[in-house]
């Protein structure tokens, strides 16, 4: 794609995720997958002069470089007025959760493409608002499913598909750590969810995503660290735990174990290497590659803007997926065991 006219980009919200689409696009451009960051918005006048760089769980790299040139990307103070700019194609949505759908909806009104950061909403009636637009719609929209990229996982996908290993006997997730501190935005569930819709989301998708709709799920603990088990007849064992219950100290870990019939894949992303395939008394690490799920991410959605494909992430998953975390939270209301459902 490297004489491909570039895709022109614009990112909204310049916090850790904002800088973290944007190193994602400049290696996608890198790479021959031809973009261009042409436009910023951010209320920030600091960060629209390209000045500050945000901390994250994730090392995304690129901390204290400036980043942007403010001489060639245009700067904005409100969203809608980047979202008015003829001279951009894709936008990628980088904003609090609660601004997620408005700005979803005037992305695909105004005629732009749209990346928009998980979660894609708090509830899932609001998620169904720009499912229903999208479906209309001439322009892709987007939910920033990263995990769906992240090499060693989509390896797990395949993995679970083709048979290679036989049949899926257990699956076990964790996302763990404390309460994200570099904004006082998370601390409020009624804007972010809380855990369970922030941080355990990807999981929860993700599980989705390989074994389909749970017939029924059972949850335990709080929606700020819960832990379900999720009900299907041809996985004897699924079950994934995410919370923000540890202190700082604890730090930000991420693992999963998929027992095969003829092998277990072992992911842990503070370990290098981070992802480990045992067969029988022998293990080895599959080489998947050294991208991160957000350069895989940003690289297939400029590919399916400038090639005029499918989203590569239908906004009705982000549906079923917030969908089946209201059924997990409803198992912790009761008690009991909430529906599989996450269909729309």
């Known amino acids: 794609m490297a004489d491909a006219t570039p895709v022109r980009v614009g990112i909204i919200g310049l ?4 800088r973290t689409h944007l190193a994602a696009y400049r290696s996608a451009n890198e790479a021959g997958h ?3 960051v042409v436009a910023v918005a951010d209320s920030d006048p600091h960060r629209r002069a390209g000045e500050v760089a945000v901390a994250g769980n994730i090392d995304t790299g690129g901390a204290g470089e400036r980043l ?3 001489g060639e990307v245009r700067a904005y103070e409100r969203a809608e007025d980047l979202l008015a700019d003829p001279g951009v194609d894709l936008v990628s949505i980088c904003t609090p959760t609660d601004t997620h759908v408005p700005l979803a909806l005037a992305a695909i009104a105004a005629g ?6 998980k979660p894609l909403a708090v509830r899932s009636a609001d998620a169904r608002r720009v499912a229903a637009a999208a479906s209309k719609a001439r322009t892709l929209c987007t939910p920033a499913m990263c995990m769906r990229f992240w090499p060693a996982w989509s390896w797990l996908k395949r993995a679970i598909d083709s048979g290679e290993f036989g049949r899926v006997t257990s699956a076990t997730f964790h996302r763990l750590g404390s309460r ?3 904004t006082d935005f998370y601390a409020d569930d ?3 969810g809380g855990a369970i819709i922030d941080l355990h989301m990807h999981d929860a998708d993700f599980i989705r995503w390989c ?3 749970p017939r029924g799920v059972v949850s335990a603990g709080s929606t700020n660290h819960i832990t379900t088990i999720y009900r299907y007849d041809h996985v004897p064992q699924v079950v994934a735990e995410g919370g923000w219950g540890h202190q700082p100290g604890f730090g930000f870990r991420v693992r999963y174990a998929v027992c095969f019939e003829r092998a277990t894949a072992d992911f842990d992303l503070g370990r290098t290497p981070q992802f480990i395939l045992h067969r029988g008394t022998g293990s ?3 080489d998947v590659g050294p991208l991160s799920g957000y350069e895989v991410q940003a690289r297939t959605m400029v590919d399916a803007v400038a090639l005029g494909g499918a989203s590569p992430v239908p906004v009705e998953d982000a549906v079923a997926a917030l969908e089946l975390l209201e059924e997990e939270r409803r198992s912790l209301d009761s008690g009991g065991e909430g529906t599989g459902c996450g269909t729309l």
């Open 190 to 192: 009624s804007r972010s």
């Open 15 to 18: 916090g850790f995720m904002g």
């Open 180 to 182: 994200p501190e570099w």
């Open 112 to 117: 732009r493409h749209a990346l928009v950061e």
């Open 68 to 70: 942007f040139d403010p």
């Open 284 to 286: 080895h690490a599959p």
């Open 34 to 36: 031809a973009c261009r």
């Open 211 to 213: 074994f389909g709709p």
